[in-house]
C-alpha cells in the first residue's frame, strides 16, 4: 500500500500539464492491455490483403535485409 499512497500523493501535487500527460500514458497502457490479452479478433486474409496492398515497398527485399545482418 505504500506504493498506492506514494503514487496518488505524487499525482496530488501534479499540475494541469503534468495530469493531461498521465491521462494519455493511462489511455495507452489500457490499450496495450486489451491487446496484449488477445481481446482483439484475429485478421482475415482478406483484411491482411487489403492493408498489405496499399504498401509500395517491397516486403520481400526488408525481410531479405534484415536476415542478411543475422548471418
Partial sequence: MRLKKKILDSVSNMNVAELALLYEHIKLMENM???SYGKRKP???EEIHK???TSR???SDTVAEERRDRV
Avoid: P, R, Y
Fill in 51 to 53: 492493408m498489405t496492398a
Fill in 33 to 35: 492491455k486489451s491487446v
Fill in 57 to 59: 515497398s517491397c516486403w
Fill in 43 to 45: 485478421l482475415s486474409m
